[in-house]
């Protein structure tokens, strides 16, 4: 019969023959191996040594990247100052680095040696001297309050002063009333006698009312014109003017002296006077000048001539004003404050102020032409 084939298939070590003298050892196939723990345990320890080893090395090499390019960043820095920013670079690349600098404790210090470079040493002095800065500081503020700064500034430049245009005004009115009852008040604040705060208040107006409101139009109004000096000269002596229109004829005209249709006549009268006492002179007072001139001439004369004489023209009305109120038996402080209370009180200071501004627009507006 048939013999059963085992399950089992034998492996035979060599595949001499029969007559040979080695053992034959039968190993089964499916058969499983089986190993102890503790061979196993012995194998997987050095895995995770190894691991470990692993983890190590890259921390050990990302501290050296760091450290290198910390490196580099420092010798840019010292190259840009320095001007060889190519060699620095190639030193600090073959500079090796000992494994003994991958240490917690230096390489903490390398790292806060090179944030030196990113740290002020202001704040570092200032943290070490809050004393000093304190002062400073106090000093600071007070070098900044606004009232010790506005005091330097009214001491050493009484001229800029920062002040309403209006208050400006109110000062000069005053300084009118008080030089038409004393009539040396007004040349003793300009040659300096009188140094009290009121008086300075008013002589830093009557600056600001010539140099900032008057003088400057006036100079734009003759540099945009064609007028002889001489023309010039005669506006600026009188101080009463009337432009009178007559019949056109085709003459030169005496402002400018050019060919025109010159329809009217320029009247000029009126005292000489001193530009900062306004002391009239009688010499020549009844003297009068007669001119022909085109149009456009007649009306910057007009304009020119209002604001040139307008603060003669305000001190002549104080004096009217001084004389119709009368000097009754007081001090000359409270008579000027009861002439002024009055002209405030029923708007002629106000109205004096309107006039000015209209002047000081007109020329403005003047200048437009061409």
């Not at 002296?257 to 009688?282: H, I, M, P, Q, W």
Request: charged share 35%.
């Amino acid at each position: 019969g048939k013999r059963k084939r085992s399950s089992t298939s034998v492996l035979y070590d060599s595949d001499e023959s029969e007559g040979s003298d080695i053992l034959v050892r039968k190993v089964f196939a499916k058969r499983h191996c089986i190993m102890d723990e503790d061979e196993s345990s012995q194998e997987q320890q050095p895995d995770k040594t190894s691991c470990a080893e692993n983890t190590s090395t890259n921390r050990k090499q990302q501290v050296l990247a760091k450290l290198k390019e910390l490196a580099r960043q420092r010798a840019s820095r010292a190259s840009s100052s320095s001007g060889s920013s190519e060699d620095s670079n190639a030193e600090v690349e073959e500079e090796p680095l000992s494994p003994l600098r991958l240490s917690s404790t230096e390489g903490s210090e390398a790292e806060n040696d090179s944030m030196k470079d990113f740290i002020d040493d202001e704040e570092e002095d200032g943290d070490n001297d809050t004393e000093d800065t304190g002062s400073e500081k106090q000093l600071q503020k007070k070098e900044l309050d606004p009232k010790s700064n506005s005091q330097l500034l009214e001491y050493y430049v009484p001229h800029l002063i920062r002040c309403s245009h209006y208050v400006h005004f109110q000062r000069i009115v005053k300084a009118f009333l008080i030089n038409a009852i004393d009539d040396t008040f007004l040349s003793s604040l300009y040659d300096g006698t009188r140094q009290k705060k009121y008086a300075q208040d008013m002589l830093t107006s009557l600056h600001y009312l010539d140099d900032r409101f008057i003088q400057p139009r006036l100079e734009n109004l003759i540099s945009r014109s064609r007028w002889k000096e001489r023309y010039k000269e005669r506006v600026d002596c009188y101080p009463d003017v009337r432009i009178i229109m007559k019949n056109p004829q085709n003459t030169s005209c005496q402002a400018c002296e050019l060919n025109r249709y010159c329809k009217f006549n320029v009247l000029l009268s009126g005292k000489l006077y001193n530009s900062r006492t306004l002391e009239a002179d009688d010499f020549m007072s009844h003297d009068k000048q007669v001119l022909t001139v085109g149009t456009v001439c007649a009306n910057r004369t007009r304009v020119y001539h209002n604001l040139k004489h307008f603060k003669y023209k305000l001190y002549v009305d104080c004096s009217s004003v001084a004389e119709l109120g009368g000097v009754e038996d007081e001090p000359v402080k409270d008579t000027v404050e009861r002439l002024f209370k009055h002209l405030e009180g029923n708007g002629w200071i106000r109205k004096r102020y309107d006039d000015l501004e209209n002047c000081m627009s007109d020329a403005d507006n003047f200048q437009e032409e061409k």
